[in-house]
């Protein structure tokens, strides 16, 4: 009965070690890296766009006045590196207003290119997970051209812009910014002595924008896994396990305590003791050292059980196949092998009851940067 017991018991640790990666606990506001191609948008917008200028005398400040605003409208190609932080391209198009005075404010063709770093405060003060609104702040740098005029200018500013998601493909935005630009980017060079005092030597632009835009690649991020999480459950188990066994124990204690005083033969019980098949160590992306020293708990139970019956160590090194190429993978697998093949060492392990093993960069983990990892087990 005893050793059927521990039989299940080491049965029960491989099988909790292969399903544990449905339900792994992971960090609120850690992500695993995502790959270059994925979390790329593309978006579209029409704008209303509001000029103020630096020679206006006597035009009303009302920014959707006729004497000042007119449309136009932009697209933009960007990537999210994080959750929190992104960075995108921007081309805008209008037809924009001259603004002189109340009678005077003909029409001219603009482009502009800039370059805008975002923010997503929803993920950064409250930690990733999809949700359908997001407000993200970013600021803009660039060039502005004024085709009726010839003229070149250097664009700076700060927008607000709120995606809603419809889908997980597709999103709704809305925008809005204000670019600060050379006096002369309307084509008027001279500064009235009348021009609104708020706005000094500069142009300014005022827009909002209303469009949509598609997510391209892979959509969103996986939650990094919690290792001192992991490493509690797996301890749990194991604990658990351990004091089943201690009443069973203690149960076959009593019942053979039982048969001597009945003076029946001797009843000779053997006790197996538990020991976790296999350990493994994680390791972090393009890294040979290991993450967490806690890893080595398990690591450290195996070395003894080795050295006690003589058993030969094996110690199998993996990297994800996500990053880095094949040749890469490899070699980083055999020296996180060999990295906690020197731990053994120090444990007292022989090196030559040690096998170390690199297979290169695998995916049987999800997600991902599970199979970042060595894995120990007896032979």
Same mark, same amino acid.
């Given at each position: /009965?005893?050793? $059927?017991?521990?039989?299940?018991?080491?049965? =029960?640790?491989? %099988?909790?070690?292969?399903?544990?990666?449905?339900?792994?606990?992971?960090?609120?506001?850690?992500?695993?890296?995502?790959?270059?191609?994925?979390?790329?948008?593309?978006? %579209?917008?029409?704008?209303?766009?509001?000029?103020?200028?630096?020679?206006?005398?006597?035009?009303? *400040?009302?920014? =959707?006045?006729?004497?000042?605003?007119?449309?136009? =409208?932009?697209?933009?190609?960007?990537?999210?590196?994080?959750?929190?932080?992104?960075? +995108?391209?921007? &081309?805008?198009?209008?037809?924009?207003?001259?603004?002189?005075?109340?009678?005077?404010? #003909?029409?001219?063709?603009?482009?502009?290119?800039? %370059?805008? #770093? /975002?923010?997503?405060?929803?993920? $950064? =003060?409250?930690?990733?997970?999809?949700?359908?609104?997001?407000? &993200?702040?970013?600021?803009?740098?660039?060039?502005?051209?004024?085709?009726?005029?010839?003229?070149?200018?250097?664009?700076?500013?700060?927008?607000?812009?709120?995606?809603?998601?419809?889908?997980? +493909?597709?999103?709704?935005?809305?925008?809005?910014?204000?670019?600060?630009?050379?006096?002369?980017?309307?084509?008027?060079? @001279?500064?009235?002595?009348?021009?609104?005092?708020?706005?000094?030597?500069?142009?300014?632009?005022?827009?909002?924008?209303?469009?949509?835009?598609?997510?391209?690649?892979?959509?969103?991020?996986?939650?990094? #896994?919690?290792?001192?999480?992991?490493?509690?459950?797996?301890?749990?188990?194991?604990?658990? $396990?351990?004091?089943?066994?201690?009443?069973?124990?203690?149960?076959?204690?009593?019942? !053979?305590?039982?048969?001597?005083?009945?003076?029946?033969?001797?009843?000779?019980?053997?006790?197996?003791?538990?020991?976790?098949?296999?350990?493994?160590?994680?390791?972090?992306?393009?890294?040979?050292?290991?993450? @967490?020293?806690?890893?080595?708990?398990?690591?450290?139970?195996?070395?003894?059980?080795?050295?006690?019956?003589?058993?030969?160590?094996?110690?199998?090194?993996?990297?994800?196949?996500?990053? *880095?190429?094949?040749?890469?993978? !490899?070699?980083?697998?055999?020296?996180?092998?060999?990295?906690?093949?020197?731990?053994?060492?120090? /444990?007292?392990?022989?090196?030559?009851? &040690?096998?170390?093993?690199?297979?290169?960069?695998?995916?049987?983990?999800?997600? &991902?940067?599970?199979?970042?990892?060595?894995?120990? @087990?007896?032979?």
């Amino acid at each position: /009965m005893m050793l $059927l017991l521990a039989f299940a018991g080491m049965s =029960f640790g491989t %099988f909790a070690q292969e399903t544990a990666t449905t339900e792994i606990p992971t960090q609120k506001h850690k992500v695993v890296t995502n790959g270059f191609w994925d979390n790329w948008f593309v978006d %579209f917008g029409v704008d209303f766009l509001s000029n103020y200028s630096s020679q206006e005398v006597g035009v009303s *400040g009302n920014p =959707f006045s006729g004497d000042r605003g007119n449309w136009g =409208f932009d697209v933009s190609l960007g990537k999210w590196a994080t959750p929190s932080f992104g960075m +995108r391209a921007k &081309i805008g198009a209008a037809w924009a207003t001259q603004v002189n005075t109340e009678d005077s404010n #003909p029409l001219y063709n603009q482009l502009q290119i800039t %370059f805008q #770093p /975002m923010l997503n405060l929803h993920n $950064l =003060f409250a930690g990733y997970k999809p949700r359908v609104w997001n407000t &993200i702040l970013y600021g803009s740098v660039g060039y502005h051209h004024n085709f009726d005029h010839s003229v070149n200018s250097v664009i700076a500013g700060l927008g607000w812009l709120n995606t809603f998601n419809v889908t997980k +493909r597709f999103h709704i935005n809305v925008d809005i910014y204000a670019n600060m630009l050379d006096h002369n980017a309307d084509g008027i060079a @001279s500064v009235s002595s009348g021009s609104v005092a708020c706005f000094g030597s500069r142009d300014w632009q005022v827009g909002w924008s209303i469009g949509c835009g598609f997510n391209l690649g892979k959509v969103g991020w996986d939650n990094a #896994p919690d290792v001192d999480a992991i490493m509690a459950m797996n301890k749990a188990q194991l604990d658990a $396990l351990n004091a089943s066994l201690a009443a069973e124990q203690e149960e076959n204690a009593r019942l !053979q305590k039982m048969i001597k005083d009945h003076k029946c033969p001797e009843a000779v019980t053997q006790v197996t003791q538990i020991v976790a098949s296999n350990a493994s160590v994680f390791f972090n992306i393009n890294k040979s050292r290991i993450a @967490s020293k806690k890893d080595l708990v398990n690591v450290k139970e195996l070395a003894e059980c080795a050295k006690a019956n003589g058993q030969t160590v094996v110690v199998t090194g993996y990297a994800d196949s996500k990053t *880095g190429s094949a040749t890469y993978n !490899q070699t980083l697998s055999e020296k996180r092998a060999q990295t906690v093949a020197d731990e053994l060492v120090k /444990m007292g392990v022989s090196r030559d009851k &040690i096998e170390v093993v690199g297979k290169g960069g695998v995916k049987d983990l999800s997600p &991902i940067s599970y199979n970042r990892r060595v894995v120990v @087990s007896l032979k």
